[in-house]
């Protein structure tokens, strides 16, 4: 007689606990009651909340968009009394490899921004002016692998970087997510040597058992001439 594959069983209870915290989830309720798409506008909340970096009128280019929460917050940040819907002082322009649904007042793209094509669709968009601030929640598939993973993450945020620096205003913001492990250290190294202030965050929203954090520079040290 078979018998099922000893991962199985371990599997199920993986899986249900995280439901079970994930429907428990003060910020999942909290996402639901408020109309947000994702727990993680919170994280950006409190991030904005305490280094005041979104304010009306502002450009704001958010990579890793999908499935939307961050552009929500965004969206309620630049909107005359914090509405969801209606007047809006600003831009936000989203990107993201995958589908997004639509959000009134943001100008979406789907594809790699690593791509001429997709480049200058985001820079037509813009209008000819840099961002204000450039947030990224871009995250690649993670292996388990250490070093591999790390060095997809470091990637991602080099992208980051490189994006800022070119189509970002020099006292503009950069607001990053980054896993602690192989590599991190580097990461905030080319963070300090980019920006003239750069800034640790691990929201309350995050949770205790993920190793992510936010990193936050501020003012480029050297824009990229284009």
């Known amino acids: 007689m078979s018998t099922p594959p000893k991962s199985d069983k371990p599997g199920k209870k993986v899986n249900k606990a995280w439901l079970h915290d994930h429907i428990n989830d003060p910020y999942v309720k909290l996402a639901t009651k408020e109309g947000y798409r994702a727990r993680a506008a919170y994280k950006l909340k409190e991030i904005d909340e ?3 970096l979104i304010k009306p ?3 704001v280019v958010d990579l890793g968009s999908t499935p939307g929460a961050w552009s929500q917050y ?3 940040r630049l909107s005359p009394g914090g509405a969801a819907a209606g007047a809006l002082d600003g831009t936000i322009i989203a990107l993201d490899l995958l589908p997004m649904e639509p959000i009134e007042g943001v100008t979406f793209f789907q594809g790699d921004f690593r791509e001429d094509v997709v480049l200058d669709q985001l820079k037509i968009a813009m209008g000819g002016r840099q961002a204000d601030v450039v947030v990224s929640d871009m995250a690649p598939n993670l292996s388990g692998i250490a070093s591999a993973d790390g060095a997809r993450i470091a990637y991602l945020i080099e992208l980051a970087i490189d ?3 070119h189509h970002m205003k020099p006292q503009g913001a950069l607001v990053a997510k980054v896993f602690h492990g192989s590599g991190y250290e580097d990461i905030v190294r080319l ?6 202030t750069v ?3 691990k929201p309350k929203a995050s949770r205790d058992k993920s ?3 936010f990193l936050v520079g501020v003012g480029l040290i050297e824009p990229a001439t284009n």
Not at 191 to 196: D, L, Q
């Open 191 to 196: 963070f300090k040597a980019t920006f003239r």
């Open 163 to 165: 994006f800022s620096r």
């Open 74 to 76: 965004v969206r309620r």
């Open 211 to 213: 190793s992510e954090t």
């Open 57 to 59: 009128g502002q450009l």
């Open 50 to 52: 305490t280094l005041g």
């Open 199 to 201: 800034k640790r965050i």
